[in-house]
C-alpha cells in the first residue's frame, strides 16, 4: 500500500499551521475528498475517510482494495463549517464518514442535491436540521460561501420525478476565491456552458476515465479533465479521483502531459498533501 504524503498528526499539524497564520490552504485527502480552509470559512468536499467500500465488497467479484492508506480519521477534522455531498455513490456520500464529522462539527452544514434528500436521510439518518440543498443552475449561501449547482453526467444527466439533478457538481466562491468541485461527470453538453462564466481559480477534475470493464459509472479521464479545464478558463487544475481503489484508478500522467500540450497550469497532490491558494 501506498503511504501517504501526510497523515494524521502531521497533516493536523498542517491545517493548523495554516489557520493560525491565516492562510487560505487546500489539502487533498484522496478520492474526491478536498479540505479548504480560508480566513473566512472552511469547506470539505466530499470526503470519503473510511473502509466501508473495502468492506462492503470483501467478497465479490468486484473488491474495492486500497491503494494509498488513509490520511484520517474523519473524527480529528474539527473547525468545518460546510461539507458537501455532490451525489448518492457511498465514496461521495459516505456514512462511516460524514456522520462522525457531522457529530464532531456541530455547526457544520451538509450540502447535497435536492434529489438525493431522501436517499440522504436512509442512509443518515436524522439529520434534517443540517442540510442545505440546492440544485444545478441555482445558488445557495452558507456560513458565507455561495455554491453553485453545476450538472454533472454520471455517466448521464439525470433527473428526478420534479426534474431535479441527481448529480451536481459545485462551484465555491469563498475567500476571495472561486473553486470549482467536479463531483463525478463526464463531458456532456452543458458542463463547459455552466462553468465558462465562472472562470474559476482552481478547477478540481476527475481522471480515472470510463471504461466499462469496471463495471462502474466513469468520468472524465486525463485527457478530457485538462481540455474541460482549459476550456472554463481555469487559472489552475488540480486532478482527483485515482489512486485510491485498484480497479478504479488512473496514473495522472495522461492530464498532466495534455496540460501542458495546452499550457494549462496544473498541480498533482498526493494524499494528504497540501498547498497555498
Known sequence: MKAAFQKDEALLADIGQARVAGRARIWWLGQSGFL??????????DPYLSDSLTKKYAATDKPHTRITERVIAPVWLTGIDVITSSHHHTDHLDAET?????QVNPQ????IPRANRAFVLERLGKVEDRLVETDA???????????YGIPAAHNAVEHDEQGHCRFLGYVARLGGRTIYHSGDT?????LIPALTPFKPDLALVPINGNRPERRVVGNLDGREAAQVSRAIGA???????????????????EFETECRRLGQRFRTLRHGEGMDL
Open 36 to 45: 479548504v480552509h480560508t480566513p473566512t470559512a472552511t469547506v470539505l468536499f
Open 98 to 102: 460524514l456522520l462522525p464529522l457531522l
Open 108 to 111: 457544520a452544514r451538509l450540502l
Open 137 to 147: 443552475g441555482e445558488h445557495v449561501s452558507v456560513a458565507g460561501v455561495t455554491f
Open 186 to 190: 463526464l463531458l456532456h453538453d452543458g
Open 235 to 253: 487559472a489552475l487544475a488540480v486532478p482527483h479521483h485515482f489512486d485510491l481503489f485498484e480497479f478504479n484508478t488512473a496514473a495522472p500522467d
